[in-house]
Every structure is written in structure tokens, then in C-alpha cells.
Nanobody, 118 residues
Framework: QVQLVESGGGLVQAGGSLRLSCAASGRIFSLNTMGWYRQAPGKQRELVADITTSGSANYADSVKGRFTISRDNAKNTVYLQMSNLKPEDTAVYYC????????????WGQGTRVTVSS
């Protein structure tokens, strides 16, 4: 079993930065791609970035050049460094494995809320 605990969100002014952390329990963290997802009010959850076990990253077009995903396998932690934040980044952010992964349990953590004011 893997449990995911997100942290680091908060209220920030447009143009500011935040770093989100996701602490993953479980012994298979280092064997899986990890992703950051977000869900804005009234919208579907979307993938914003993911990172393979070897560190190869992928980003949604909306965040390219502004967000950086990283991971520390020794700490079972994945990070999302968010810079030049925009009001449209406002959402609850979650981490998880790819939804098609054999390791996807169908469960999500509480997420961490990011609110970007203009």
C-alpha cells in the first residue's frame, strides 16, 4: 500500500512561488513514475507534471517553463516547484502514480490547496 500526503500549498500573489511536497509511504515508491495533478473548482482533475524513476519529466503545456517536478527516492518524496504563479493555477494539488499504473489504488490524499491572487 502507498499513502500520499501533500503539503506546501498556500495563498500566494500572482508571480510568486511555492514548492509542494508529496511524502509517499510504501516500499514501491522508487519503482514508479509519480505525478502531480490538480483540480480547480468545478473542473476535472488534470495531470500537470510527472517524473519517471530516472528523472525524466513531462509537463502540461499550461505549466511548461514555470513548474519543475523532482523526486528524491531516498526520501520517498516528490516535489513540485511552482514559479511565476498565475490565478489560473488555483487548485487543489494532488500527487499520485499514473492512473493506468498497476500501482494506482484509486485513492487520493487530501491534496494541498494553492490559491493565487491577482
Amino acid at each position: 500500500q502507498v499513502q500520499l500526503v501533500e503539503s506546501g500549498g498556500g495563498l500566494v500573489q500572482a508571480g510568486g512561488s511555492l514548492r509542494l511536497s508529496c511524502a509517499a509511504s510504501g516500499r514501491i515508491f522508487s519503482l514508479n513514475t509519480m505525478g502531480w495533478y490538480r483540480q480547480a473548482p468545478g473542473k476535472q482533475r488534470e495531470l500537470v507534471a510527472d517524473i519517471t524513476t530516472s528523472g525524466s519529466a513531462n509537463y502540461a503545456d499550461s505549466v511548461k517553463g514555470r513548474f519543475t517536478i523532482s523526486r528524491d527516492n531516498a526520501k520517498n518524496t516528490v516535489y513540485l516547484q511552482m514559479s511565476n504563479l498565475k490565478p489560473e493555477d488555483t487548485a487543489v494539488y494532488y500527487c499520485n502514480v499514473p492512473l493506468g499504473s498497476i500501482y494506482y489504488s484509486g485513492k487520493w490524499g487530501q491534496g494541498t490547496r494553492v490559491t493565487v491572487s491577482s
